[in-house]
Structure formats: C-alpha cells, structure tokens
C-alpha cells in the first residue's frame, strides 16, 4: 500500500473503518481447515420474480469488480464436498490426503452440469525439521477467508502448487506456496499461438498476536507471466499484491476483521479477489486498492448480526477509475432454537471517471428454519423476498448482472422470492 493510495481514500470513510477497526476477526482460520472424514457445502433452492416477465428468480447486483449482497440473492446453485484421510504415519509425522469436487449451476437446477476436481493434494503435518510445520503438494484450497454476506473472498490463494505452511517465527507463523496459475495453452495446427499462464509465489506472515485477543496476518504476492515481453505469445507482465488484516475475536461474542489491500498489473487477482494470478496482459497502470471491515457479533443466544463496510477503487489507463463503496447489515434473531428471522440490508454505488454514478440498494426478509439460533448455524432452509431499487445509470448493469437475463428492462425495481437452503458440514 502506497501513501499516494492511502491518501485517495475518502476522510470521512476512512476514519469510520479505522473507528471500526479498534473492535477488528478471528472469523476464519488462516487456513481452511481439512480435517479427517466427509465434508462440504451446499447452496441451492427455486424462486421466481414479479416483474412483468415473470419467470427465473431476479437478483440485484451492479456486476463487474463488485459483489453483491447475498441472502434472497443467490440465482445459482453450488456444492463442493469431499474426504479427508490419515493415509499414514511416521513417527510424529501425518500424511493426509485430500479429494473434493464442485459443482455449480448459473440457474436453479444443477442439471448435467460439469463436476470438477477442487482439491486433491497430500499434505505431511508435524515436521519435526519444519519445527511442527506442514509441507503439501496438490491442488487445494489456500488462505482465502471471506466477507460471508457478501460471498467475497477478499484474498483467494486457491490453485495447484506445493509449499510449507505454519512454520513458527518469532512471534508468528510463516508460509510460502508456489503455484501455477492460468496454465492452459491456445494452440493451433502451428503450435502455441497464446499463453496467460503465470508462476505465483506467496508469502504469509502471519497469526501474530498484536493485543489482546487481536492477531495481524501480513499476505504478498508476487507474479511472472509467462514468456517474454513482446513475444510471439504477445506482451507479458509482472504483478503484485500486499495485503494486511486485523483479527480481533472476543467482540460481543464474536469477532471482528479489518483489512486494506494492495494491488498491481496481474496482481489485481481475478473478479473481486486478490490473491490468485489475474490476466497477464495487464500492466503496472491497472491497480487496485481496498479497504474494509466486517464485523459479526452474537451479544446473545438468539440475537447475532454482521456488519460490513468497503471502499475499493480500481485503475487502468484503457477504462479509467472507478470506485465501489458498499454497506451492508444482517441482523438474525432466533424466536425458537429451530426458528428464524433473518435480515440484510446493503447498498452499493459506483462512480466512474468517465461515466455516472451507478446506485443499488436489496433489503431482504427471510424466514428460516434453522439447526440452531446462532447467526452461523447451519443448515437453514429459508424463505426469502428480496426487493431491489437502483437508479437509471444502474439499469444496463443491474439487467447484465442477473442470471436470469435483462427481465427488469427499463425498470429501477424489482422483487423476487422463493426459497433456498444453506449447509456446510
């Protein structure tokens, strides 16, 4: 993060988030944890929309580098599981292996749509030479915590690689991966005409206790594109990407993250995330920078809430700037320890230098049942009614981001409902 980057940021915006910062998550671990036996995710369900076209499930977003909010608001439908095994033992030492696949549908029915491996990698824990560290190698999922309401992993470091993780540092714990990223080839009869593959190097600090109940965990990321520059595969470029979050557990029965992120040519990663490789056609002029907080409390049994604030702007010489500040609230209160009341509140505005200011808001209300009252309890199966209100420059990008296609039209709102489930075990 540079000075000149800090200091773009709006006053009043920053010194909200650093306010915020002062509670700020253990939400997640460093690492996603693959413990031994069958585990997975699940999000799927059928809804519909009240505009005149009636028809597919309608949901509200602005598209492009932002995210939106996600309860009542999900189009798709997505799972991944798998097993995790002890497939040996030496000494101190354990070897796991790892195999998961996905599945994902843009619309509500998964139908004949292509499973994927996720995760297949072996991992040595306990090294005694690592000091109690672990090495791997395989495909895997990789440090990639998130702002659960609005379905950002805010660093995602997912890919095929080998590294050594969580070895103890002074005060911290340090990991580096090597990965591969993008390595797909267009070819023709001639050979290779085309490449955005790229070697990604990352380097964690992390875990470090900073005050009480309170860790820092340091992220960077550095990319080389493949080939030269200007070769016959076209030009090719370097990137990068610094990353700092604070974790803070024990906040009104919850915890608390604040992050600020900064990135440069591929280093912007892909959609919305940092962390992985993104296009390496990209030079140092494209740039990203964000700053956020996400809080998620649970002050009592059957009352939690999350809360998230974000300011993210983008660079490029070919598109110009734009900057995406979102808030958003979902409270949950629990009337049994099987029933629910959940709901969120976000608004989204983007403002382009070389075009108008987009505006969206979604409120949700969903009913659900739920595996207890707690604001992450899971399963819930929910009914839900979503309304979404946006300006007119929004409309183009409102239409173009729903899975169901442009069914809003001219329209600057929209309802939808149905019903869905939400299960991780």
């Known amino acids: 993060m540079n000075r000149t980057a800090l200091k773009s940021l709006p006053a009043a915006l920053t010194l909200a988030l650093l306010a915020m910062a002062s509670g700020s998550a253990l939400a997640d671990p460093m690492y996603p944890t693959d413990s031994e036996g069958f585990h997975g995710y699940l999000r799927a369900g059928a809804g519909s929309n009240t505009s005149s076209d009636g028809g597919s499930q309608g949901c509200f977003g602005l598209g492009g580098n932002t995210m939106k909010y996600r309860l009542g608001n999900e189009c798709d439908a997505y799972t991944e599981f798998g097993y995790t095994k002890a497939i040996a033992k030496s000494g101190d030492v354990t070897y796991m292996a790892t195999v998961w696949v996905n599945a994902f549908a843009p619309n509500s029915d998964f139908g004949d749509n292509k499973v994927g491996i996720v995760k297949a990698y072996v991992e040595a824990q306990g090294l005694d030479f690592l000091n109690g560290g672990t090495a791997w190698v395989g495909k895997r999922f990789y440090y990639r915590p998130d702002i659960h309401m609005l379905d950002l992993q805010y660093i995602n470091m997912n890919g095929t690689g080998a590294g050594l993780d969580r070895i ?9 991966a090597f990965f591969k990223d993008n390595d797909i080839n267009s070819v023709s009869p001639t050979g290779i005409v085309s490449t955005k593959s790229a070697v ?40 990068w990407q610094l990353s700092a979050f604070h974790r803070q557990g024990k906040v009104l029965g919850g915890a608390n993250t604040f992050g600020v992120q900064y990135g440069v040519g591929p280093g912007v990663g892909k959609g919305a995330q940092f962390g992985a490789a993104g296009d390496t056609s990209f030079g140092s002029d494209v740039k990203r920078t964000r700053v956020f907080n996400d809080l998620a409390i649970q002050p009592m049994t059957n009352f939690g809430m999350e809360f998230v604030a974000l300011w993210q702007k ?9 900057t995406w500040t979102s808030a958003g609230v979902r409270p949950v209160y629990a009337f049994t320890n099987n ?25 949700t209300i969903a009913p659900a049942i739920s ?5 992450w309890s899971r399963p819930e199966l929910r009914a839900f009614v979503s309304y979404g209100k946006w300006n007119n420059a929004a409309t183009a990008s409102v239409n173009a981001a729903n899975n169901g296609g442009p069914i809003y039209n001219n329209n600057t709102s929209g309802t939808s ?9």
């Open 339 to 363: 029933f629910k009341l959940i709901g969120e509140l976000g608004t989204d505005r983007v403002t382009q230098s070389n075009g108008p200011t987009k505006r969206l808001t979604k409120i």
């Open 371 to 375: 595996a207890g009252p707690g604001l």
């Open 417 to 425: 409902y149905g019903f869905q489930v939400e299960a991780w075990f």
């Open 168 to 176: 103890p540092a002074g005060p911290g714990k340090f990991s580096y």
């Open 314 to 322: 983008d660079e490029s010489n070919a598109a110009g700037s734009s």
């Open 200 to 239: 990604r190097q990352n380097f964690i600090y992390g875990e470090i206790p900073v005050n009480t109940n309170g860790t820092l965990d340091l992220a960077a990321t550095y990319i080389i594109g493949e080939g030269k520059d200007n070769d016959a595969f076209g030009e090719k470029h370097n990137g």
